[in-house]
């Protein structure tokens, strides 16, 4: 089955909200074996959303449109349905009822607008909302000569996603021409996406028409989709099997999950599995190491806390750095991101202490030490060690990048793959 995406309103054309509903129903779309061939976006202009409906009911088996259903002058889909279906629209008394007792419940007087919130085109089923008053609408019929499926959402995403989960995936899943796709995600850190890939080599003896890999960056790591499109489960079960088992061995270390797995998870995981606490010394991140690390439910069993000494005063008189230390390398050096480490662990009484310390940009940045320059140090009870990296020349991916970086030196050594030879002993 092809499927064809339109997210309507002016508000995503100019930038105002980000369209995360077409990634969202591309991912789940994708998942069910239907193949999205084209996503549009079009502003709140009826003839714009009637041409661009058209040439997806002509060109696809699936169209799905999003927003446009509220109760405002500008959520004209319903009436773009109607027109383009010729079909009516009528009051649907007992969804006009939900709406009110919608309302009511919530101690709040109905809208006057709120109407028309139970107005549907003749023809379409109603799909219920679990989330919000607007339900979707649902087409299953003959247009352009052919069988064709028309969902209709709201654009509010967690009201798009509640509806698609409950009541257009298992339509869609009842369809003969709808094949269930295997997928299975590997999470690394620590490598960057060409690396990962030298590193992986040559897999075409595994890949194919029936299997095939993704690689998905971002600044927490790469993510690698595995996708299995045969029709038997257990062969594609088994094509994926042996795909990862490739990668974990080539890739090595730097797989550390699999799924929604992220890195300041596992590396929770770890610190708890160990029994260790951990404190961060912050200068060029800002405190988002330990934002980071407190996301995760539970973190108060291994975090204590942060000393953000983003200035050389606070580094020397919260973290005991030696000003000529300072004075001598600069403060974003090794000898300072050792202190910090094994200062902010002093500071706090912890078993690990981690730091940063860089020059994220735009300016600061020297011929010896370019923007995206970065020492990160790491202290435990047995010794302490720092290392540098350089990144890019944008400040707000730099921080994520330093951050990334930084708890990645943290599991590694938790995991006994750090290189002895840079370490320092206590």
Same mark, same amino acid.
């Given at each position: ?55 997806? !009911? ?48 919530? =101690? ?27 339900? =979707? ?113 080539? +890739? ?70 030696? +000003? ?25 009484? !912890? ?20 923007? =995206? ?5 790491? +202290? ?47």
């Amino acid at each position: 089955m092809n499927a064809h995406l339109l997210t309507i309103g002016d508000e995503l054309l100019i930038g105002q909200t980000t369209n995360t509903n077409a990634a969202w129903l591309g991912e789940r779309l994708s998942r069910l074996g239907v193949q999205v061939e084209r996503t549009v976006t079009v502003g709140d202009d009826p003839d714009t959303m009637r041409d661009e409906l058209g040439r997806a !009911v002509r060109q696809a088996r699936l169209t799905v449109l999003t927003g446009g259903l509220g109760p405002t002058h500008d959520d004209v889909t319903r009436q773009v349905l109607a027109d383009y279906f010729e079909a009516p629209l009528r009051t649907d008394d007992e969804i006009l009822d939900r709406i009110r007792r919608y309302y009511e419940r919530r =101690g709040r007087q109905m809208p006057r607008s709120a109407p028309a919130l139970a107005q549907v085109p003749e023809g379409f089923e109603t799909l219920d909302n679990p989330v919000g008053a607007a339900v =979707g609408l649902w087409f299953s019929g003959t247009l352009e000569g052919a069988d064709r499926l028309v969902a209709v959402l709201p654009g509010i995403p967690q009201e798009m996603n509640g509806i698609f989960e409950s009541a257009v995936e298992p339509r869609l899943r009842a369809e003969e021409d709808v094949h269930a796709v295997a997928h299975r995600t590997l999470v690394t850190s620590g490598i960057g996406e060409s690396a990962l890939q030298e590193r992986l080599g040559d897999l075409s003896d595994l890949l194919g028409e029936e299997l095939g890999l993704a690689y998905l960056p971002s600044t927490s790591g790469v993510r690698l989709r595995l996708t299995a499109t045969n029709g038997d489960t257990a062969a594609a079960q088994n094509q994926l099997d042996r795909l990862e088992a490739r990668i974990r061995e080539r +890739a090595g270390a730097h797989v550390i999950g699999t799924g929604d797995a992220e890195l300041e998870e596992v590396l929770g995981r770890r610190l708890r599995a160990a029994g260790r606490t951990i404190a961060s010394a912050e200068s060029a991140t800002g405190g988002l190491i330990g934002h980071r690390l407190t996301g995760v439910s539970g973190s108060s069993a291994y975090y204590e806390g942060s000393v953000v000494a983003y200035a050389n005063r606070i580094k020397r008189s919260v973290l005991g750095v030696r +000003a000529d230390a300072i004075e001598e390398h600069g403060a974003v050096s090794e000898p300072v991101a050792l202190q910090m480490a094994g200062g902010v662990r002093e500071a706090l009484d !912890v078993d690990v202490g981690v730091a940063t310390t860089g020059i994220a940009g735009p300016t600061g940045g020297t011929e010896e030490k370019p923007v =995206g320059t970065v020492w990160l140090g790491y +202290a435990d009870g047995v010794g302490a060690r720092a290392v540098r990296r350089q990144f890019v020349e944008d400040r707000t991916l730099n921080k994520e990048l330093f951050a990334t970086a930084a708890l990645d030196l943290v599991r590694r050594r938790l995991e006994e793959r750090t290189d002895e030879d840079d370490w320092i002993p206590r």
